[in-house]
């Protein structure tokens, strides 16, 4: 595997983006990597530390980086991280010069990005401009309004280690500045020229707001194609959030394309050097998100089911990149219910509140009990289509406290898909949700004195 980061300490995150491409290579002749050597759980191992990027950028480390651009007349920060980091990277940064904060510019209304304005207040009050998207006081209203479900039925599955933050204290800032999709907002402070750009749509989110330096051909990024670098974007997210346009996402790839940035320099883990090869990685990506979305339009029209283009919709070779966050088989369902909605036309019972498991319990019954169906899901695992095994279960679970056998099973079923989903994609959040069950398996086998 070919990775253009190298760790120097083995495990943790020193990631240094080392990219040596000879300057007479094309984009065609990069190699850009398959998978990517860390996932988006390690940021919780990330120190707090400061990074001198170049000489007038400086980076406080963390869950999510906050940058500071400096300047003989004023500073620009991009980005404030999290709640509970964020006054020591302020301290880390404002040691590095004592000129005003003229800006603070936020990639998008995520937590682990806008959770640090508070910390900023003194710089807010005393003048400096918030600058987001368009789209951010809006993002930003729907992730409050949600949050009550989403802290209920996601957080502690999802991300266990997780506090509940000042959510709402950190959502109640106001940007004094929006920029607009096709307007670029333009400033200069200390003769730095900066360049906000708000994204057509992102890997995470319609926000997605980012800082270009046009002197330096440096971008601040944000999010905007993820965690990890490069990655399928996650076009439709297991912590719940909107689904996100693919073809927005591939105008705004162009977008930064035409930029030629030599430099990214993303809100988590380390900066990507080299202009071929971020040439590269960002067709790559844009390439595969364009195909993931014809071969779903395609299918469709041919009267193709969602789950049959689900299992049958891969990326080429020459496009496979990490689906660590993204994942191919979920963005497919997320283009087609983005183009068409969730209604199948196949059972139209699907129209009403009756879900199929309203009749679980019959089919029980008239299989005389849930002996024959923990028989047939087992028959079903022994072939090796756990996820049939894994129905069956399901069906036989509403009729009360599942049995010792049926639990045993399920946990085996789990620790199959589980050692399965690690080898193939490592994808956060599939890990994060068969680890989950199988904890909750285990216990509930515990429970019952195994
Ligand atoms: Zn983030």
Redesign the pocket.
Known sequence: MTDHRTSSHPGSLFLVGLVVVASSLSSADVVVPKDVSYRARDLEKAPIELVRINDFIDMARGI?NVFMIRTPNGNVIYDTGVPWQAARQRELLLERSDRPVTHIVISHA?G??NGGIPAWKENLDAGAELVTHERYPYTNRIYGDTDEYLWRVRTGTLYPIHERGQAAEFRSYVPTRTVDVHEDYHFEVGEIRFQTIAAENSA?GEDALLLWLPDHEILLT??FYG?LYPMVPNLYTVRGEKLRDPLGYVNALDRLLELEPKMLLP??FDPIRGKQYIAKTLEVTRDGVQYVYDETVKGMNSGKSVYELMRTIELPPELEITQGHGKVSWNVRAIWELLAGWFYYEDVADLYAVPTKEVYADLVELAGGTDPILARAQRWFDQGEELKALRLLDIAKVSGPEKKTALRLRLAILERMLERAVNTHDNMSETGILRASAKQTRAALEARGE
């Open positions: 999510g995520h682990d990005h995470e944000g999010d965690c809100a988590h």
